[in-house]
C-alpha cells in the first residue's frame, strides 16, 4: 500500500472514529432525554381519556383571558397560579376578577370566607357557594355544613363586616327563619320570623339596643299573642288580650 493510501485510510478511520464519537453523545442525550420526559409525564399526572374518548381525567383546570390572565379555575385543589390573590386550599371551582381577587367560589368544603382581607374559618365544613366583592371579601353565599346547619345570607360591604339578612336552619338550636340585622348598633339588633322547635311562630322587633319590643307569637293551640314589651320596667303587655272579640 503506497503512502498517499496510507494517508487516505488514516483520514477516513479518524472521521469514523469521530463520527461514532458525536452518535455516542448524540445517543446519551437522546436517552436523558427521554428519561427527564418520562419522569415528568409521571410526576405531573396529565389528563386522560377512557377508552370510550368521553370521559376527561385531570386533576385541574385553568381558564384564562385574552391576556392570559387565569380567569377560572377548577381543581381537587384548586390550581395555585400567579396573580391570583388568594392562594389557600381549596377544592372546587373558583372564579377570578381581573385584579386576581375571588368573586364566586363552589367547592366541598365549602371556601373559607375573608372578612377585611383576611381568611377566616367557618364554624364548620360543608358543601356551598360563595359570593364575593371586587376585593374578594365575602358578601353572601349559600351553604349546607357538616354541623346539620343550613344558612342563605347576605352581608354588608366589608367595612362594616356584618350579616345583614339571612335565611337559616340551625337544628342545634331548633331554630328555622329569616333574620334582618341592621348595619351598625348590636348585634342583636334585628326583625325576626322564626319557627321553632316547640312548634311556636314568632315575628319579632327589636329596638336600636338590641331590646325586643313588639313581638307576634302563635303557640300551639293556644290563642295568639301581639306583645308589646318596655325594656325599661321589663313589663309586657299582650293588646290581643285587651282588644274586644
Not at 63 to 76: K, M, W
Amino acid at each position: 500500500m503506497s503512502n498517499q493510501s496510507e494517508r487516505s485510510f488514516e483520514r477516513c478511520l479518524t472521521h469514523l472514529e469521530g463520527q461514532v464519537r458525536v452518535l455516542r453523545i448524540v445517543s446519551v442525550l437522546a436517552l436523558a432525554f427521554v428519561l427527564v420526559t418520562a419522569c415528568l409525564a409521571f410526576r405531573a399526572r396529565p389528563a386522560s381519556a377512557d377508552v370510550t374518548g368521553q370521559v376527561l381525567r385531570v386533576r385541574g383546570l385553568i381558564i384564562e383571558d385574552v391576556q392570559g390572565r387565569p380567569r377560572i379555575l377548577l381543581g381537587a385543589p384548586v390550581p395555585k397560579v400567579p396573580g391570583r390573590k388568594r392562594q389557600d386550599d381549596a377544592v372546587g371551582l373558583v372564579i377570578v376578577a381581573e385584579n386576581g381577587a375571588d368573586r364566586v367560589a363552589i367547592g366541598a368544603p365549602t371556601p373559607s370566607p375573608q372578612i377585611k382581607g383576611q381568611v377566616a374559618q367557618r364554624i364548620a365544613p360543608g358543601a356551598g357557594l360563595v359570593v364575593d366583592d371586587t376585593e374578594g371579601n365575602e358578601r353572601g353565599g349559600m351553604a349546607v355544613l357538616d354541623n346539620g346547619r343550613g344558612v342563605l345570607c347576605l352581608d354588608y360591604p366589608s367595612s362594616v363586616s356584618r350579616e345583614a339578612i339571612c335565611m337559616a336552619v340551625l337544628p342545634e338550636q331548633g331554630f328555622a327563619g329569616l333574620a334582618i340585622n341592621a348595619e351598625s348598633g348590636s348585634e342583636s339588633e334585628r326583625a325576626e320570623m322564626a319557627v321553632l322547635k316547640n312548634g311556636t311562630s314568632l315575628v319579632k322587633l327589636a329596638d336600636t339596643s338590641g331590646n325586643e319590643r313588639t313581638m307576634l307569637v302563635v303557640e300551639g293551640e293556644s290563642p295568639a299573642q301581639f306583645l308589646v314589651l318596655d325594656p325599661k320596667t321589663k313589663s309586657k303587655l299582650d293588646m290581643l288580650s285587651k282588644a274586644k272579640p
